[in-house]
């Protein structure tokens, strides 16, 4: 079965930086686009980025153009968030999420959560 | 950027139906997808393209888009039923996904 296994979550000082990881099992990982969504405590689900199949195609939210970086390694089927820069407003729970005809997500991992405080 | 208004909250008796509402202005024109999210779990899709439910969807989630609002309606509404609900899609014009703000369905 689908299996998405997010981990490198914790607690950080505004300023630094965080790299989150996604292991893929179950589904052959090198054909999929995949997404980072994130849901701040008690909040919405809000899209981060996404990333083609073969990493050729990268998008972003306006919010973290620049802060944030997706990217993936086919031949271990792991999937990557750099996020620098971290702010407060970056606390959240952060999912890996597979992509679904490129509209929509049909598989999520249980998350990792980011805190960012001093 | 699309806007997608969701009531925050929604309340419905077991056994009757429940309807949660997903409002933009040329929604109709988009796939629209729902997801359902029960405290302390990861979301589920129970919709896709507007009306398709995926493998492992109970029958009783259907979904509709017409105009201006997309519907999510759980028939038969069940204690387990229980959850945050978000519609969302893809705005292919800027390559980003939008969600709306989520409606708690609560079961009276």
């Not at chain 1, 979550?9 to 980072?36: D, I």
Request: net charge neutral; charged share 20%; glycine share 10%.
């Amino acid at each position: 079965q689908v299996q998405l296994v997010e981990s490198g979550g914790g607690v950080v000082q505004p300023g630094r930086s965080l790299r989150l990881s996604c292991a893929a099992s179950g589904f052959t990982f090198r054909t999929y686009g995949m997404h980072w969504v994130r849901q701040a405590p008690a909040g919405g689900l809000e899209w981060m980025t996404f990333i083609s199949s073969d990493g050729s195609y990268k998008y972003y939210a306006d919010s973290v153009e620049g802060r944030f970086t997706i990217s993936r390694d086919n031949s271990k089927n792991e999937l990557f968030l750099q996020i620098n820069s971290l702010r407060p407003e970056d606390t959240a729970l952060y999912f890996c999420v597979r992509d679904r005809a490129g509209v929509s997500f049909d598989y999520w991992g249980q998350g990792t959560l980011v805190t960012v405080s001093s | 950027s699309y806007v997608l208004t969701q009531p925050p909250s929604v309340s419905v008796a077991p056994g009757k139906t429940a309807s949660v509402t997903c409002v933009e202005n040329y929604i109709g024109s988009r796939r629209v997808h729902w997801y359902q999210q029960k405290p302390g779990q990861a979301p589920v899709l129970v919709i896709y393209s507007n009306t398709d439910r995926p493998s492992g969807i109970p029958e009783r989630f259907s979904g509709s888009n017409y105009g201006n609002t997309a519907t999510l309606t759980i028939s038969r509404v069940e204690a387990g039923d229980e959850a945050d609900y978000y519609c969302q899609v893809w705005d292919s014009s800027r390559d980003l996904g939008v969600f709306g703000g989520g409606t708690k369905l609560t079961v009276l």
